[in-house]
Nanobody
Framework: QVQLVESGGGLVQPGGSLRLSCAAS????????MGWYRQAPGKQRELVAA???????NYADSVKGRFTISRHNAKNTVYLQMNSLKPEDTAVYYC??????????????WGQGTQVTVSS
């Protein structure tokens, strides 16, 4: 069974930084893309950033130049470095693994979510 475990959320002041990590575990052969989504109260879940196994990344316009996504393929781990955080970045951040080829199933998986709060 594939599981995604996130870490690194918390409370930070505006202008501060946080680094999120997400590790996928289980009998995994490959993962096409990994990414981060976020959902603020009363809003729809939105893509923040995603990265393919080849290293191609894309970002939401609202985070370009402030957030950096990276990935360690051998560890099935994805990271999100968040700098210059703003109050509007406050949300629950979810890790996503897309196109996972595992022993028992091919599909997409989600983490449980980690809270990021930007406030003074």
């Amino acid at each position: 069974q594939v599981q995604l475990v996130e870490s690194g959320g918390g409370l930070v002041q505006p202008g501060g930084s946080l680094r999120l990590s997400c590790a996928a575990s289980g009998s995994i052969f490959s993962i096409n893309a990994m990414g981060w989504y976020r959902q603020a109260p009363g809003k729809q879940r939105e893509l923040v950033a995603a990265i393919t196994s080849g290293g191609s990344a894309n970002y939401a316009d609202s985070v370009k130049g402030r957030f950096t996504i990276s990935r360690h393929n051998a560890k099935n781990t994805v990271y999100l470095q968040m700098n210059s955080l703003k109050p509007e970045d406050t949300a629950v951040y979810y890790c996503n693994a897309h196109g996972v080829v595992a022993l028992t199933r091919v599909g997409d998986y989600w983490g449980q979510g980690t809270q990021v709060t930007v406030s003074s």
